[in-house]
């Protein structure tokens, strides 16, 4: 699921940092002209120019008029990387089954970098905040205010835990997020003993989520999958025990899925 990999290295290359610098500036700044770059990334405007000549002969870049932006050859790499995961391949039933049945946001996120990261979302017909979730789908975030990087944290290494909330802090959203790390170590110690989380208007007021780590049969971690809706819904008693048993379920399923999958390879063949 990760690397682990979130150190720095005195080996980096700085042309193709920069090369970096560059992709994300033209990603937050949604296309850019080379003044505009230039002054964002504090660079010569001639080295902004060779950086985005070069990413356009690679196709990474398009230029209309004076503009840059990215190209959807990004699309196509991200659909790829996507495909391989296995988490992907085998959850993504089981996340649009979940959205038919709830009608709500059903959520499937993975962790790397030290990050949540969100594999799929499928849209549930009574769900609300399509604008958000669809934007969620292109970013990183946080881990510990969320179901779905609840989940995660709970069954990841402590140590590891650790080494997470050091680089990333505990960035508060709402009044009820957890910023304090002991009160975030309980949590994740109800989680486990339980087995699936919570994201109690954490994230975002009058939201809340209901997420289920997906294991390994060693009990590693792959990711987790979460159905989110408004806090009033949720927290009807009958709704509540019907969501947490469809997240559960849907949770063994691909446990069980990916298993079966991974036996395969062990099966003897006919030559």
């Known amino acids: 699921m ?27 700044l949604d296309g850019a002209r080379v003044t ?7 660079m010569s405007k001639s080295a902004v120019y060779n950086y985005l000549t070069t990413l356009r002969e690679k196709k990474f870049v398009i230029q209309e008029g004076n503009t840059y932006s990215l190209s959807l050859r990004f699309l196509l790499l991200g659909e790829y990387v996507r495909n391989q995961n296995k988490l992907y391949e085998i959850g993504k039933p089981e996340i649009e089954n979940l959205a038919d049945e709830t009608g709500e946001y059903a959520h499937l996120a993975t962790e790397q970098h030290g990050f949540s990261v969100n594999l799929y ?3 549930g017909e009574k769900a609300v905040g399509s604008n958000y979730q669809t934007n969620k789908l292109q970013k990183p975030d946080y881990l510990h205010f969320s179901a779905t ?6 069954y990841l290494p402590p140590g590891r835990v650790d080494t997470i909330v050091d680089r990333y802090g505990l960035t508060g959203k709402t009044k009820n997020t957890i910023t ?3 009160t975030l170590f309980e949590e994740l110690d109800q989680i486990q003993e339980r087995g699936y989380a919570y994201n109690d208007e954490e994230e975002i007021e009058g939201l809340k989520a209901i ?7 060693d009990g590693r971690v792959l990711g987790s999958l979460s159905i989110s ?3 009033n819904r949720m927290n009807e008693t009958e709704y509540h025990n019907m969501v947490v048993e469809k997240v559960t379920n849907a949770a063994n399923v691909i446990e069980v899925n990916i298993n079966m999958s991974e036996d395969e390879t062990d099966l003897p063949k006919f030559i």
């Open 211 to 217: 997420g289920a780590p997906v294991l390994d049969r």
């Open 121 to 123: 979302k499928v849209r």
């Open 229 to 231: 809706g408004p806090t």
């Open 149 to 154: 990087g609840k989940s995660i944290l709970a």
């Open 180 to 182: 304090d790390r002991e």
């Open 36 to 42: 505009e770059l230039a002054t964002h990334l504090d």
């Open 2 to 28: 990760v690397d682990g990999s979130e150190n720095s290295s005195s080996r980096t290359l700085k042309t193709v940092t920069r090369a970096f610098d560059v992709i994300h500036a033209l990603e937050e």
